[in-house]
């Protein structure tokens, strides 16, 4: 960290890279371990997926901000919920006034999911939901939604994030245990395979991880190791083979700011989980063993400070993404670290990455770096570092345990303390934060304010919702989803009734609670 002839996280870079120093030459674009990317067309035969995140107030409010960025060239959704959807509490709840629609949109029943996705056309563009706690009863929302508006569940393409792992050690919205929570996102794994089969059931997200702390290297083992626990649980379970489910596990990530670092990392990510899922479970389909991910380019790399620099760091990360083969972006806007962006900065974070796909010439030949000395060996160091820390954490115990003692959480936080004291020293440079620091005063913004009457709008169709829905349904369709969870059934057809009941997130979660009981966080020093 402390040497600038390192990356950024601490593996070393020599002056000058020869053939010397490139390991074997990886197999063209389209090959196992797509070392050069998934598809051998690159992004002639698609260009990555604009997906800007997006997501505050009420559904009335986010359903208009998700056509405004349809309509400027956005191609693909991405909903942010607000924390009690998230943490599965009712807008109503008192524990959680203050927090309704505002870092994310408010969901509470199917009547909102309904005017969330309004006017969209569900058949053909493609959403992502950052849902983990509740990912489940997300997912039952839109698969209702979707078919009132009669899109069968089939067609549906998108994802959830329904990674709780990583909650557990750094993002923080838990509800239930380990073991209840796996069997969960076992459940969504195999209803997504069976009945709608376009749909990414897991976005296993290294992204938290990396903006509580963890440096970038750190952060695709971590993510890598996840994903292998999720596999287990599903092929422990003996209802689906790897085959079967694994093209609909996805990846999800941020790209900060050292640029041959991120590809490296994204290319090493890319040859390693190939390599896992056909050493490990015996994949032989090609499909299976592609590792696809979507990005942030942002996050924790942004500052406050002289804050329209932030534009020009975005731009370098997108630009790093498509070099390591992204599948899908969100360009985070400059204003990002003061509050929820307003739509000119987010029409202006969209247009970055249109500049880089139509302007910048990167999508004319697939994997643009293959071959170069330095990208290649960066990759092989890479790789084998990510390697080495996915069998420490195997030796630990695995995941689940390295979790639940809190071990993963120190391996974060000393690396997050060491880059805290790096910027503070200046061995780490960051413009306007270290270097060329100016006196200025903060930028004036048009950021996004949060609505009263909004929230006063939520609370009154949430009564409504509960004042017209038939009573005895909602207590017959949670009475059922309390029974399935005491058993070992597939629960999402319960909570698929549940929605089209009307019941509400906070029911919905209740029921599971009396079953499951909660999860305790560890205390670490
Ligand atoms: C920070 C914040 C927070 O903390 O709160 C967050 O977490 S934000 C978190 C926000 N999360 C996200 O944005 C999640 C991003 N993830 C995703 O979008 C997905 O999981 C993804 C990574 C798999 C990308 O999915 P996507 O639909 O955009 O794109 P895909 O890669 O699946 O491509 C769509 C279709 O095109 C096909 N396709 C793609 N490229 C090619 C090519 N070159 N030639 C031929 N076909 C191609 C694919 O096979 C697929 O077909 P077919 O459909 O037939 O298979």
Known sequence: ?????QTNSGLPVSALYGPADRGAEPPEPGR??????????????????????SGFGTAEESNSRYRYLLDQGGTGLSVALDLPTQCGYDSDDPEVTEEVGRVGVAVDTLA?????????????????FTINGTAAILLAFYVAAAEKAGVPRAKLTGTIQNDILKEYASRGTWIWPP???????????????AEVPRFNAISVAGAHFRDAGANAVQEMAFTLADGVTYCDTVIERG?????QFAPQVSFFFYTHGDFFEEIAKYRAGRRRWATIVRERYGATADKA????????AGGASLYAPQAQNNIVRVAYEAMASVLGGVQSMFTAAWDEPFALPSEESATLALRTQQILAL???????????????FVEALTDATEARIIEIMDDLEQHGG?????????LQGLIADEAYQLHKDIESGTVPVVGVNRFVADEPAPDLATYELDAEGRERQLKRLAKVKDERDGAAVQASLDALARAAEGTGNLMHNLIDCANAYCTVGEMVATLKAVWGEFQQPVVF
């Not at 960290?1 to 002839?5: A, E, G, K, R």
């Not at 070392?35 to 260009?47: I, V």
């Not at 689940?400 to 003692?405: M, T």
């Open 399 to 407: 995941m689940v345990r390295a979790i639940e003692d809190g071990y």
């Open 1 to 5: 960290m402390s040497d600038s002839f």
């Open 112 to 128: 909102d999911a309904e005017v969330l996705f309004d006017g969209i056309p569900l058949d053909k563009i493609s959403t992502s």
């Open 289 to 296: 063993s592609m590792f696809r991910f979507g990005c942030v």
């Open 32 to 53: 196992f371990p797509f070392t050069r990317g998934n598809y051998a067309s690159g992004y002639r035969g698609r260009t990555w997926t604009f997906r800007q995140y």
């Open 179 to 193: 073991e209840p929570s796996l069997r969960l996102i076992a459940d969504t794994i195999e209803f997504c395979a």
């Open 359 to 373: 302007e910048t010439g990167v999508t004319r030949t697939v994997d643009p770096l293959g071959g170069s000395y």
């Open 239 to 243: 209802r689906l083979t790897i085959e």
